[in-house]
């Protein structure tokens, strides 16, 4: 590369030879990109060293290759699937994140701007009158009043030879990419929320349904209960205890239905609508468990969003160390302008008129008494701070996709014991209320029986819900590929990060 450098050099100073003789100005402004190195004064970014446990240590023997894959199309219900759509196209935090990521890339073409030269344009007109004393009346053919117009292009550029304004770019450019990661955390999270919803919303609808067959059936008791009082063929005590019986199912109802309607609220904002009703699919019963996503922890630190944001938090803490060192430094500026003046508009661009004029300017600190040292010190105590939270927010990480793998194992065992008991207590039930109707057992046998069998069924729908929240817990956890199949169906377009790197738009 430097051989290539070399035996280009002749040709520049040719050119700069040719230049020379047509304008000054450009023999300074070809010489100052000549002069522009590459050096900066940030430290040399790499990733920190983490240590990464080698397998988690609750991962199931069974998983799959689905973290890059839409994993939600594994319940089995359109409905749940059609929500999720729904509100990546409508979700106002979505919107919100996208938004931010476009202001940040419009700060990152801002900072780098600064690395090229800045042209503009001028146009003036002046028309002046003296007073008809002193030169003007003793030289009368001097024009009074006199008129000046002026036309020019001006051009100023800051040398970036310390590179303060290359690391301010690169520290701009990685907020920008931790924006957009943030943009990413917002749909992981919103699809997560989103399933979790309508998964607790059928499981309360669940509730709901055992509530009112019981409530149906204690009713039912209380009403034959109370024939056989009528006719003394049971006491008054069993007709109280049912209606107590009755009157306790009866409390559990509108709990549920006010649990109901505020998820069907929270769920209607997700999707980006005023509170509404929340269309249903599959019962609770009927909706699929997920697979568990195969990966290994390391792969977290490509995964997870919020790991990536905090890495690029890291980059721009780094580079801003950079660009408090290049304070140290003189700051070389260069300005020129060329244009032509007359006291006549038709005249404004002959040959006779044209004007020029270029500078150069040399600033540097020399006793600042701490203003430079103090930003360097705040410099490489963010970059510290950010280098501790990134490696908290990877231990938190890992410790995430532990605690919903154990949670989905441990829920998932509860379920299947949750569901023996049930099936005992239905037995229970069922005999008990046998050997009262023989005469072999009191009511309060029964009453017993009913008041466990109830709880059970309600706490068996919750955990139905649990589980498959567990399902989606994980794949929250683990982040994948899927965020941006995800992002796909918001029906925006993922923002240009990659045009960071080019060329900033000349206006």
Known sequence: MAHRKMQAFPAVVAMLSRWRRRSPAALVFTSALLLAGCTTLAPDYERPDVVAPEAYRFEPAEVAATADTAWWQQFGDPVLEELIATALRNNYDVQIAAANVEQALGIVTQTRSALYPQLGYGLSGEEVRSPDTGLTALVPNIPNPQ???????????????????????????????????????????????????????????????????????????????????????????????AKSQYETAAT?????????????????????????????????????????????????????????????????????????????????????????????????????????????????????????????????????????GYRLAVQNAFADVDNALVASEKIAQQLQAQERLVSALTDYQRLAKLQYDGGYVPYSTVLQAEQTLFPAELTLAALRASVLTSSTNIYKAMGGGWVDEAGKLTGRPAPPVGEADGPPPLF
């Open 147 to 241: 008129d000046t117009y002026q036309a020019f292009l001006s051009a100023s550029w800051e040398l970036d030879l310390w590179g303060r304004i290359r690391n301010l770019s690169t520290a701009a450019q990685a907020n920008m990419l931790a924006t957009n990661e943030v943009r990413r955390g917002v749909i992981l999270t919103l699809v997560s929320s989103v399933a979790n919803a309508y998964i607790a919303l059928r499981g309360l609808d669940e509730q709901l349904a055992v509530s009112q067959r019981t409530l149906a059936a204690y009713g039912e008791s209380v009403r034959l209960y109370e024939l056989q009082f009528k006719y003394g063929q049971t006491s008054q005590m069993t007709v109280a205890q």
């Open 252 to 388: 559990q109802i509108p709990q549920i239905e006010s649990d109901i309607a505020q998820l069907e609220n929270a769920l209607s904002v997700l999707l980006g609508r005023n509170p509404a009703p929340i269309p249903r699919g599959e019962p609770i019963s009927a909706l699929l468990t997920p697979a568990v996503p195969a990966g290994l922890p390391s792969e977290l630190l490509e995964r997870r969003p919020d790991l990536l944001q905090a890495e690029q938090a890291l980059i721009a803490a780094n580079a801003q160390i950079g660009a408090a060192r290049a304070l140290y430094f003189p700051t070389i500026s260069l300005t020129g302008a060329f244009g032509s003046t007359s006291s006549s508009l038709s005249d404004l661009f002959e040959g006779s008129t044209r004007s020029w004029n270029y500078a150069g300017q040399v600033v540097g600190p020399i006793f600042t008494f701490g203003a430079v040292s103090g930003q360097v010190a705040q410099a490489e105590a963010a970059q510290r701070a950010a280098l501790a």
